[in-house]
């Protein structure tokens, strides 16, 4: 069994609409444009799981909180875009190629711009997380 660690202080660090399970857990649960059964999926076993809307601030969040708990691995995502924002295709073009001039790379979405994570935040989000798309 992997080596646990503890999650930043106060994880998850930054609010959002989800829920939060097992902090040990390797597995988040992301669903895009459409919501699922948030507290029944972590209390199955998952570290987080929710919605995210938008292709900038919520993605940001997302990546906040995930990399802010070094036991997360794997990302799930999940269920069906939102028109125009496509924040799980920006999901999945972030952490294949990153961002260029704050603008991530390969995405389709309407803004899809990061300003409030850095790249040492972006490299850890692709370095850490496997991204599983059921989408």
Known sequence: MADKKSPASGWPLVKGDFHSGDANSCVAVVTFGSHLDEEGICSAGAAM????????????KV??????NPNIRFMLCCGTEVKGHLAGQTMIALHKGGV?????????????????????????FQEQIEVVNIM
């Open 100 to 124: 260029k001039d704050g603008r991530v790379v390969g995405a389709e979405g309407a803004i899809p711009f990061i300003e409030n994570l850095n790249d040492a935040a972006i490299k850890r």
């Open 63 to 68: 990546i906040a909180n995930y990399i802010a």
């Open 49 to 60: 799981c929710g919605s995210c809307k938008t292709e900038n601030l919520g993605l940001e």
